[in-house]
T-cell receptor
């Protein structure tokens, strides 16, 4: 099956710093999402981005499907950005099977 | 506010109990999912229903029994669980076109098996 690798696994930032999270995948995909899981466990949709670039406030994401990676940018980080960031992908022939990467655990210090 | 609602938020059960987790969505989606998430791990797919029919079962033990009574509801019936089944159970929904659409998750049901 498709492999999804996220880096770095852990990240500690000072409030106000910028960061880039990476997601590599091993096969072509037709669906790529970035999620933020808050400390209470809820998965919050950040971006649905099979290709191209999107921005939402301090967050932006870029997926280069031909090179099989996606990047999530967090600018001017805040303590509320802490949590786990997951990349999840689905293959064109994968039916409804969406596979998650292992996640990047982010802690933003005040 | 999430448009996928899960109940209960927390559940504690013994190994001989029978309980159910419930999920409801009002987004008009025709694909619904159950994921299981252990601590410090990513969510793992358990079941997928497409147009109220089971389309994916990821070799889940029979002590977990899914049910999709209509296009808005998804249940997960639990019976004779083991302590290692303690986890966060997440429900999700998406459009059910040719390919997987954007997934939307509920807040999860945190299950503890004693």
């Amino acid at each position: 099956g498709i492999q999804v690798e996220q880096s770095p696994p852990d990240l500690i930032l000072q409030e106000g710093a910028n960061s880039t999270l990476r997601c590599n995948f091993s096969d072509s995909v037709n669906n790529l999402q970035w999620f933020h899981q808050n400390p209470w466990g809820q998965l919050i949709n950040l971006f649905y981005i099979p290709s191209g670039t999107k921005q939402n406030g301090r967050l932006s994401a870029t997926t280069v499907a031909t090179e099989r990676y996606s990047l999530l940018y967090i600018s001017s980080s805040q303590t509320t950005d802490s949590g786990v960031y997951f990349c999840a992908v689905a293959r064109p022939t994968g039916g409804f099977k969406t596979i998650f990467g292992a996640g990047t655990r982010l802690f933003v210090k005040a | 506010d999430t448009e996928v609602t899960q109940t209960p938020k927390h559940l504690v059960m013994g190994m001989t109990n029978k309980k159910s987790l419930k999920c409801e969505q009002h987004m008009g989606h025709r694909a619904m999912y159950w994921y299981k998430q252990k601590a410090k791990k990513p969510p793992e797919l358990m079941f997928v229903y497409s147009y109220e029919k089971l389309s994916i079962n990821e070799s889940v033990p029979s002590r977990f029994s899914p049910e999709c009574p209509n296009s808005s509801l998804l249940n997960l019936h639990l019976h004779a669980l083991q302590p290692e089944d303690s986890a966060l159970y997440l429900c999700a929904s998406s459009q059910a076109g040719r390919n997987t659409g954007e997934l939307f998750f509920g807040e999860g049901s945190r299950l503890t098996v004693l």
